[in-house]
């Protein structure tokens, strides 16, 4: 298998809506060779292999939120609401596609997915770790505070997320991930 699809292109078309990292349909149809209304199709014929887990449907207020952050046009467009596809989703469909650039494709997302989650679990366990060593030396100690502090200005995700039912957020952005 080659790589057709850079790493961070995905990276850029993955985000969290719903406490889940997803990926839009228009996407997925992009990079598994397919139109989104043919991708679309094959979901609905093959509807028992798409979970909610796997698969929903973004309301109105996550859409207009989505679109205003990734910068798209009210010009021409969609006349449904998109459906947005979690990693077990984005799998499911190179299976009911069964092309070889969908599945050389999921291949590739699926790593992207893994990657971003094994970074997410090392960068939260540094973090704790961190926290641990902190509370065990003595505050007092100016050079070991100073390191501490130091240690806290290395960058971490800009955290954006989308504000919908169940969640408390005010400000009404797509979290993204990398």
């Known amino acids: 298998m080659t790589k057709i699809i850079p790493q961070k292109l995905i990276e850029d078309k993955i985000f969290i809506i719903r406490n889940q990292k997803v990926m839009l349909d228009k996407d997925l149809a992009e990079f598994y060779g ?49 459906y947005v596809f979690s990693e077990y989703g984005a799998l499911m469909l190179a299976n009911v596609l069964a092309s070889r650039q969908a599945i050389d494709a999921s291949i590739q997302i699926i ?7 094994e970074f997410a679990y090392t960068h939260k366990e540094l973090v704790q770790k961190i926290n641990q060593l902190e509370r065990k030396y003595d505050r ?18 800009p955290e954006r997320t989308i504000n919908i039912e169940g969640f408390k957020n005010k400000d009404k952005k797509i979290q993204k991930s990398l």
Not at 34 to 56: D, G, I, S, W
Not at 140 to 157: N, W
């Open 111 to 117: 790593e992207t997915f893994v990657k971003l989650r």
């Open 140 to 157: 007092h100690d100016y050079k070991i505070q100073k390191l501490f502090d130091k240690t806290r200005e290395i960058p971490s995700f």
């Open 34 to 82: 397919v139109y989104t209304k043919r991708l679309n199709e094959q979901v609905k014929r093959n509807k028992k292999r798409f979970p909610e887990a796997f698969m929903f449907q973004l309301n109105k207020e996550e859409f207009e939120s989505l679109r205003s952050q990734i910068a798209t046009s009210n010009r021409g467009g969609r006349r449904y609401l998109p």
